[in-house]
């Protein structure tokens, strides 16, 4: 069954999101040849590449995350990442202007940034994030590690909707 569900994995990537994997093909040649890690993240190509001011990004079955990001941080930008690949399979071609395109402007847009650090709007907040963090978790069914993936994951808020009330519960049952 695993292999048959690979199978499908690569075939659907490679006809109905075929646009956004021959992008992501040729950046992994590019960061390949600059000699870049790369290793299979449920069964998605998970390169770390050294860029400044660059977090992460998905072009089909292409993931590429900067490779100083370690950790907790690190495990849950790679299940955000694969998130926005379980997107572009379920989107195909109109994937680039519903999902990439969006989330590019939200990610990197002046005027955006400066709006959600004034105004303490999660990153997740736009539908695109959000989703792809539902979507990552669904198709890894690994979980979150990070308070801010916890926090405000889903849409700028808690992955769990009774995260806060678990924690609280979890942390007067400690102070007794």
């Known amino acids: 069954m695993k292999t048959v569900r690979k199978i499908l994995f690569y075939f659907w990537q490679f006809t109905y999101a075929l646009i956004q994997n021959i992008m992501g ?3 992994l040649a590019f960061y390949k040849i600059k000699g870049s890690e790369s290793e299979v993240f449920h069964n998605a190509v998970v390169t770390y590449i050294d860029r400044k001011n660059f977090g992460g990004v998905s072009l089909g079955m ?15 930008m790679r299940i955000h990442e694969y998130g926005h690949t379980v997107q572009s399979l379920i989107l195909g071609p109109v994937w680039l202007l519903v999902i990439a395109l969006p989330s590019f402007i939200w990610c990197g847009f002046p005027p955006l940034i400066k709006l959600r650090k004034k105004k303490n ?5 736009l539908y695109c994030e959000g989703w792809a963090n539902l979507c990552g978790l669904f198709g890894t069914k690994e979980k979150f590690l990070t308070e ?13 909707p009774n995260y806060n009330k678990r924690k609280n519960i979890k ?6």
């Open 121 to 125: 709007i999660s990153y997740y907040w």
């Open 171 to 176: 942390g007067r049952k400690r102070n007794k």
């Open 25 to 27: 093909l040729c950046m």
């Open 62 to 76: 292409f993931i590429f995350i900067n490779k100083n990001v370690t950790g907790d941080r690190r495990h849950d």
């Open 148 to 160: 801010d993936s916890l926090q405000r994951g889903r849409y700028g808020k808690p992955i769990n």
